[in-house]
């Protein structure tokens, strides 16, 4: 492995990792910008990230590793990233360490200092550090680990120009540790590993795939993934050899009378132990710890839930509000094209496809892209400034209600960004229950691709209150997902609750960067919605609703009232028709409920349906059109919530499928959701009727 020496080379492979919360995220978007390619890794759901920079003279691609405490086979996020550094061999292994939290990343760092990899350490927060009165010697770190450290402050961006440097400095010498930097286990772990080294030298017939003192001591902790691959490799001496090393094992659980892994974990703190000794010095004066201040407000007892439940508000006043100045001029720029098409076109059916069709369907999306970017600023200020999981430890007493604990809340928060990477969140879940139910009732958190149906609707019902409505339909959301998760906990998933135990980071600030990285990323993810189901629905909704050709009418009928007509006799009338007494009794008509039919593909598509139905040449433009059509603010209301609350789009229920792999599970969520949601709806049109209120 690593064993070249790489001299000024022309591009080189970087690998990014860290613990969680260790700053990992923002130094890549530090290193790579706007220049980064976000899939999957392959076999499964975990994010891949890939990014490019270029730095004197070298192209650099790195490529940023789940976070992880360990390379201990015990998650995906763990495969993942020690698969890549074994197997794709990146030029240098570039790790983050969280300064305020050295015991803990140092224990991931000597872990790939023992894979043999090329290896650069990054003192990251080091601020955060120096707040808690520690200074930290990185020089020595580096003296006694062998490998080359650097400090930065990535929030701030400070140190990024010196981090390059450094890469490409320790690339080109292809700066593997100095094997006796390596942790060290005392003198009877010591015969242990090299007793198993030994045998698997003498008995694998081609080169080990791994360096044989890691191997050696990965099979000692019993991990099962390198065991699979050796028994692989040593073909018939497999039994052997296995049979060594279960009489170490053997021996080893008797002499310390404990399992051989807790050992050598053990003895791998006391070496960082030693280490921090080295390099860590507290000043005598005490200082303040900024972090634990803010906590004693934002997570007490009595305040913490009430400032949580105005932060949320907030946020929806904020997407509506300030949202609404550029909806209306990319309304009134989508107005203006479509008619200056409609002039500039022959009439024909060319023209109308062009602009009844493509511009009115995805014109009619296009307008939230504003509300949508405001949205995931804030969520993106939470995640960055540690909120995020102050608001899951806030949860917790409430997710008890539900049979879960407050981790299960990540997944449900990330839901009002897009429920897909939330259902895929759930996967950190120790328990297969907790998982399946937080799967169930995580779409009922309102993902963004229903902003845009909220927007419309409340803009044009709600006027001077569409942020408080907003708000509710999404509380509405998160009061539903409580109780049917008591309802399933009870009943068809029962079970006890796991203890909760989550780490609340220290609170940072925010960097522009970052957030802005985090808008454009969501924004491309919209557009290219825009150019793909969004734009191919509309066509079709367009085409059901333009053909069969009509009659053409008696002369000086009302071209408006002609139009209507023709729609109404439409492939799309008619289904509309067909599916209008499901409808009715929520105040729906036969447009909303094709609208909501549509919709099943992608949330986006209710408004572009809708776009499609009610072309209007008012000033008002759709909600205008909405306003004429008979719908009242009860029936807007009930659309809303129908909106909220039935079946996932397509690819929601795909990640169902995939992440609980039942088809039994999948088709319980599509049916459950979809008859609650014809009850709310029905509960709130005909509750209000009732009271007199539509």
């Known amino acids: 492995m690593w064993t070249a020496v790489k001299v000024h080379m022309a591009k080189l492979t970087v690998a990014l990792t860290g613990n969680p919360n260790s700053g990992k995220t923002t130094t890549f978007n530090n290193l790579t910008g706007t220049r980064q390619k976000v899939g999957n890794w392959p076999g499964v759901t975990v994010e891949k990230k890939l990014g490019a920079v270029s730095h004197k003279g070298v192209d650099l691609t790195v490529v940023d590793l789940p976070g992880t405490y360990s390379l201990t086979a015990f998650s995906i996020e763990e495969i993942v990233a020690r698969n890549f550094i074994l197997e794709e061999a990146p030029d240098l292994v570039v790790d983050i360490i969280d300064s305020s939290n050295l015991e803990r990343s140092l224990f991931l760092a000597t872990q790939l200092?023992?894979?043999?990899?090329?290896?650069?350490?990054?003192?990251?927060?080091?601020?955060?550090?120096?707040?808690?009165?520690?200074?930290?010697?990185?020089?020595?770190?580096?003296?006694?680990?062998?490998?080359?450290?650097?400090?930065?402050?990535?929030?701030?961006?400070?140190?990024?120009?010196?981090?390059?440097?450094?890469?490409?400095?320790?690339?080109?010498?292809?700066a593997c540790p100095d094997p006796g930097r390596r942790v060290r286990y005392t003198r009877d772990l010591e015969q242990a590993v090299e007793t198993v080294r030994e045998r698997l030298a003498a008995a694998l017939s081609a080169d080990c795939?791994?360096?044989?003192?890691?191997?050696?001591?990965?099979?000692?902790?019993h991990d099962s993934i390198v065991r699979e691959n050796i028994e692989k490799a040593l073909g018939e001496n497999a039994p052997a050899v296995m049979a060594t090393l279960d009489a170490v094992r053997e021996r080893l659980a008797d002499l310390f009378d404990d399992e051989p892994e807790i050992i050598m974990t053990e003895e791998r703190y006391g070496f960082i132990s030693g280490i921090i000794r080295e390099v860590v010095k507290n000043s005598v004066q005490k200082k303040v710890d900024v972090s634990r201040n803010i906590d004693l407000v934002l997570t007490n007892r009595f305040l913490g839930f009430p400032i949580f439940i105005f932060f949320i508000w907030a946020m929806f006043q904020l997407t509506f509000t300030i949202g609404a100045y550029p909806q209306g001029w990319l309304e009134s720029l989508m107005n203006l094209i479509i008619s200056l098409a409609k002039d500039a076109l022959p009439p024909g059916v060319g023209a109308d496809l062009l602009t009844d069709?493509?511009?009115?369907?995805?014109?009619?999306?296009?307008v939230f892209l504003p509300n949508i970017l405001i949205l995931f600023f804030c969520i993106a200020l939470f995640e960055d400034t540690g909120y995020m999981a102050r608001?899951?430890?806030?949860?917790?007493?409430?997710?008890?209600?539900?049979?879960?604990?407050?981790?299960?809340?990540?997944?449900?928060?990330?839901?009002?960004?897009?429920?897909?990477?939330?259902?895929?969140?759930?996967?950190?879940?120790?328990s297969d229950r907790d998982r399946i139910l937080?799967?169930?009732?995580?779409?009922?958190?309102?993902?963004?691709?229903?902003?845009?149906?909220?927007?419309?609707?409340?803009?044009?019902?709600?006027?001077?209150?569409?942020?408080?409505?907003?708000?509710?339909?999404?509380?509405?959301?998160?009061?539903?997902?409580?109780?049917?998760?008591?309802?399933?906990?009870?009943?068809?998933?029962?079970?006890?609750?796991?203890?909760?135990?989550?780490?609340?980071?220290?609170?940072?600030?925010?960097?522009?960067?970052?957030?802005?990285?985090?808008?454009?990323?969501?924004?491309?993810?919209?557009l290219k919605k825009m150019g793909g189901v969004i734009l191919v629905g509309s066509i079709i909704i367009w085409f059901l609703a333009s053909f069969p050709k009509p009659d053409a009418p008696p002369p000086g009928t009302d071209p408006a009232l002609a139009a209507a007509q023709a729609v109404e006799t439409s492939f799309l009338g008619r289904m509309g028709h067909a599916v209008e007494p499901v409808f009715a009794p929520l105040g729906?008509?036969?447009?909303?409920?094709?609208?909501?039919?549509?919709?099943?593909?992608?949330?986006?598509?209710?408004?572009?349906?809708?776009?499609?139905?009610?072309?209007?040449?008012?000033?008002?433009?759709?909600?205008?059109?909405?306003?004429?059509?008979?719908?009242?603010?009860?029936?807007?209301?009930?659309?809303?919530?129908?909106?909220?609350?039935?079946?996932?789009?397509?690819?929601?229920?795909?990640?169902?499928?995939?992440?609980?792999?039942?088809?039994?599970?999948?088709?319980?969520?599509?049916?459950?959701?979809?008859?609650?949601?014809?009850?709310?709806?029905f509960g709130i049109y005909q509750g209000g009727r009732l009271l007199g209120l539509g």
């Open 357 to 366: 069709g493509v511009l009115s369907g995805v014109g009619a999306v296009i």
């Open 391 to 430: 608001a899951a430890f806030l949860m917790d007493r409430i997710m008890h209600l539900l049979g879960l604990h407050g981790k299960s809340f990540i997944p449900l928060l990330m839901g009002f960004g897009c429920n897909v990477p939330a259902i895929m969140a759930a996967r950190t879940l120790e």
């Open 588 to 681: 729906l008509d036969w447009k909303s409920g094709v609208a909501l039919i549509t919709g099943a593909v992608a949330k986006e598509v209710v408004v572009s349906t809708l776009g499609v139905l009610h072309q209007s040449d008012s000033e008002g433009g759709l909600s205008e059109s909405l306003q004429k059509s008979g719908m009242t603010p009860l029936s807007a209301l009930a659309l809303m919530a129908f909106v909220l609350l039935y079946m996932p789009c397509l690819a929601t229920v795909a990640a169902i499928r995939h992440e609980t792999g039942s088809r039994k599970w999948t088709v319980f969520a599509v049916s459950y959701s979809t008859a609650l949601a014809w009850l709310v709806s």
């Open 113 to 174: 200092l023992d894979l043999d990899s090329p290896v650069l350490l990054v003192l990251n927060m080091s601020d955060v550090a120096k707040s808690r009165g520690q200074t930290i010697d990185a020089e020595k770190l580096s003296e006694l680990l062998g490998v080359p450290v650097v400090s930065t402050v990535g929030n701030r961006n400070e140190g990024t120009e010196a981090l390059l440097d450094a890469i490409v400095s320790a690339a080109n010498k292809n």
């Open 438 to 526: 937080t799967i169930l009732i995580n779409p009922l958190m309102s993902c963004s691709a229903r902003l845009p149906v909220y927007v419309l609707l409340a803009g044009a019902f709600f006027p001077g209150r569409a942020g408080n409505v907003i708000f509710g339909i999404y509380l509405l959301g998160i009061v539903l997902a409580v109780v049917m998760g008591r309802i399933f906990s009870s009943t068809i998933l029962k079970g006890c609750v796991a203890p909760f135990v989550m780490e609340l980071p220290p609170y940072r600030m925010p960097m522009a960067k970052s957030l802005a990285i985090h808008m454009w990323d969501r924004a491309k993810m919209f």
């Open 209 to 221: 795939p791994f360096d044989l003192r890691w191997t050696a001591a990965k099979l000692i902790e």
